[in-house]
């Protein structure tokens, strides 16, 4: 059973352009989170989504990211116009059920590391 | 405003010591609380996790103590060795959210 698969692994991008990072959760997950990393930080909440539908993106920037979950193939998130800022290591996580706890435990893929020049 | 507070920020210990790595929260609501470890250029793993109406919870070498009252949990290493050196990120949830709400992590090197 593969675990939760992130691509590309690493991403250098000049400033001003796009940035999409991918993320299939677990078989037989439907539910799917982001996260951001900055260096020497805890993890960030970004955006929860289910298949179609984005259930929070409180913690995402309300411009430049956006993130799906199509019905068929991977989350995507986007970042448009990025900025240095925008360096970090992003995670994709995702779960059986919606709400966490003991039952529902959120795996965690490995992460895209994204270098903005 | 930072929900989980985590210390310290780096922790060394010898082989065979006890590394404690403490949290403390502010939001009444959380009622869930995972540990998760992580080593470098890997995603963060699940290590334990606690609800609020235990105070302790064993498994293995790894130890959660919970105090509902201070508000404060932590994370007791057992017996400690070079393989447990990695970054520790204590977590919290609200009942019916998802999401995760994290500490800053903790740094630890188990010296041979």
């Known amino acids: 059973n593969a675990g939760v698969m992130q691509n590309p692994r690493h991403l250098v991008r000049r400033r001003g352009q796009e940035a999409r990072l991918r993320c299939s959760p677990m078989k037989g997950h439907s539910h799917v989170y982001w996260y951001r990393q900055l260096p020497e930080e805890g993890l960030k909440f970004m955006v929860y989504l289910q298949k179609e539908n984005i259930i929070d993106e409180s913690g995402m920037p309300k411009e430049r990211f956006s993130a799906e979950f199509p019905k068929e193939g991977p989350s995507i998130l986007r970042i448009q116009q990025v900025v240095r800022g925008d360096s970090a290591a992003y995670f994709c996580a995702s779960s059986p059920q919606g709400s966490a706890g003991v039952d529902n435990i959120q795996y965690f893929g490995a992460g895209t590391r994204l270098s903005v020049l | 405003q930072q929900q989980v507070k985590q210390s310290p920020q780096s922790l060394i210990v010898q082989k065979g010591g006890i590394s404690i790595i403490n949290c403390a929260y502010e939001n009444t609501a959380f009622d869930y609380f995972p540990w998760y470890q992580q080593f470098p250029g890997k995603g963060p793993a699940l290590l334990i996790a606690i609800r609020p109406d235990v105070s302790e919870k064993k498994e293995g070498r790894f130890t959660i103590s919970f105090n509902k009252s201070a508000k404060q949990f932590s994370l007791h290493i057992m017996d400690s060795q070079p393989g447990d050196s990695a970054t520790y990120f204590c977590?919290?949830?609200?009942?019916?959210?998802?999401?995760?709400?994290f500490g800053k992590g903790t740094m630890l090197l188990v010296s041979p």
């Open positions: 977590a919290a949830s609200r009942g019916g959210y998802s999401t995760l709400t």
